[in-house]
């Protein structure tokens, strides 16, 4: 005996939704929602930003620098400073306000490297550029380039040096009129330019960044407490307008410790001014992993 197959009423006024058209309805909004966002983008979590494709000149190189700026000045070493060797690679994102978010790996040397021993180091970052403003916001990560207990060494060795001079600091230039620095005023630039990386970073932008061309005006502090206290005046080289920015830094420095850094910088362009007071240990956080 064969069953015979009863048609389904028709729904009637009142009657539930029924369920399958709705389940379905379901399924394709969500497929039309998986398709608008898809997998794999490699984009921020952060809405509003984009991948930026063609890449302004220049970004990657000028991001690693900032970043190595920020990172001399948070590790408090003039045995330990790094400058930029290579950027090994790199993107960008950008945002409706034209800002930039820059994640890159690139490779970095000593400032000062001994000769015949291994140099260079590694580190990732990342760097957001809030348009034209300066002062870019930077999480850093970098291998170690020499031993913790060999950086602490040779830290103290250059804190003696400065404290046991007799004769207080009172320098007119460094380099001199041939661009040569003298052995024995070696010390005081790597602190000076220690200092200045502070300054260098917070008026970096995404167009603008500077290196330390000259020192002058080196004024030695005495005083009863056990750190470096001095006054110096440095020229800036701004790069890309290629002006030398005169900035007058005061900095107080003890191995182990926060580096401390006033300045008041003279603007040529306008006669606008800029100057500013940092504690390393009182500024955005960052990794110094392996340092």
């Not at 389940?23 to 898809?38: E, I, V």
Request: aromatic share 10%; proline share 8%.
């Amino acid at each position: 005996m064969q069953l015979r197959r009863q048609p389904l009423p028709a729904p009637q006024p009142g009657d539930p939704y029924p369920a399958a058209p709705l389940l379905a309805l379901l399924l394709l909004l969500a497929l039309q929602g998986a398709a608008a966002a898809p997998a794999g983008s490699g984009e921020p979590e952060d809405s509003g930003w984009r991948q930026d494709a063609e890449l302004p000149h220049g970004l990657l190189s000028q991001a690693a620098r900032a970043a190595l700026h920020f990172f001399n000045f948070r590790a408090s070493s003039p045995s330990a400073l790094r400058v930029l060797a290579e950027v090994q690679e790199g993107r960008a994102w950008i945002n409706q306000k034209k800002e930039y978010k820059v994640d890159l790996v690139f490779t970095t040397e000593l400032y000062n490297p001994e000769e015949g021993k291994e140099h260079l180091g590694k580190c990732s970052a990342r760097v957001f550029f809030r348009n034209e403003k300066p002062r870019p916001a930077i999480n850093i990560t970098c291998t170690r380039l020499i031993e913790k207990k060999t950086r602490q060494e040779e830290d103290y060795q250059l804190y003696k040096y400065m404290k046991q001079l007799k004769n207080l600091l009172d320098v007119v230039s460094i380099p001199d009129s041939h661009g040569h620095i003298d052995p024995s005023l070696r010390p005081i630039w790597d602190l000076a330019f220690l200092g200045s990386s502070y300054v260098m970073w917070e008026k970096t932008t995404q167009f603008l960044h500077y290196y330390m061309a000259q020192l002058s005006s080196v004024k030695q502090w005495k005083t009863n407490e056990d750190a470096i206290d001095f006054d110096y005046t440095v020229l800036l080289h701004e790069f890309s307008t290629q002006e030398m920015i005169p900035c007058h830094i005061h900095l107080v420095w003890y191995p182990g410790k926060p580096l401390k850094v006033k300045y008041h910088c003279q603007e040529l362009q306008t006669p606008e001014e800029a100057s500013g007071t940092e504690e390393a240990s009182a500024v955005a956080p960052t990794e110094l992993s392996n340092f």
